[in-house]
């Protein structure tokens, strides 16, 4: 598994650096983390796929989707850049936690009119550490997201 491999050119979404040696159970929790960020990405630059985001998500998190969808006046677009600098799993396999660096800086938005407005204080570069739980079917998704630092951390460290 690469960055490479992760990432979604389509979409606009790239994996710029994950961590090395990771376990079974950790790449797991990568993947899945992933997949949950691209859903997520996806719903913000398009507006679909709102379905998947929801179920990769549970707690604080699902609700804030659901919350920031129904108040969307705008769309993002890409392209977004995403930095994995850990995946820390509990000893009881229980949660795991991402470390992430999510940069934003060449990012635009634009009204549902076609205007851009974009806001210099959403190109950004977020540290945010993502707690995950594994559902009943091993798939693990996203419970909350806890932004750590602003323009402190890179991509390609991933933290």
Not at 118 to 124: M, P, R, S, V
Not at 126 to 144: F, H, K
């Amino acid at each position: 598994m690469t960055a490479e491999s992760l990432s979604d050119p389509t979409l606009g979404y790239t994996v710029v650096s994950i961590p090395k040696d990771l376990d079974a159970t950790q790449i797991k929790v990568l993947q899945d983390f992933v997949a949950y960020d691209k859903a997520t990405w996806r719903v913000w630059f398009t507006r679909k796929g709102l379905d998947e985001a929801l179920a990769r998500s549970t707690g604080s998190t699902h609700n804030a989707i659901q919350r920031n969808y129904e108040a969307m006046t705008k769309h993002d677009n890409p392209p977004v850049m995403v930095g994995v600098g850990g995946v820390d799993v509990s000893e009881d396999a229980k949660s795991a936690d991402v470390t992430t660096c999510s940069d934003t800086t060449q990012m635009k938005s634009t009204d549902f009119q076609g205007n851009d407005v974009t806001q210099k204080a959403a190109q950004k570069r977020s540290a945010i550490l993502v707690r995950m739980v594994p559902r009943d079917d091993g798939v693990w998704v996203t419970q909350s997201e806890t932004v750590l630092s602003i323009n402190e951390c890179t991509a390609e460290a991933g933290k």
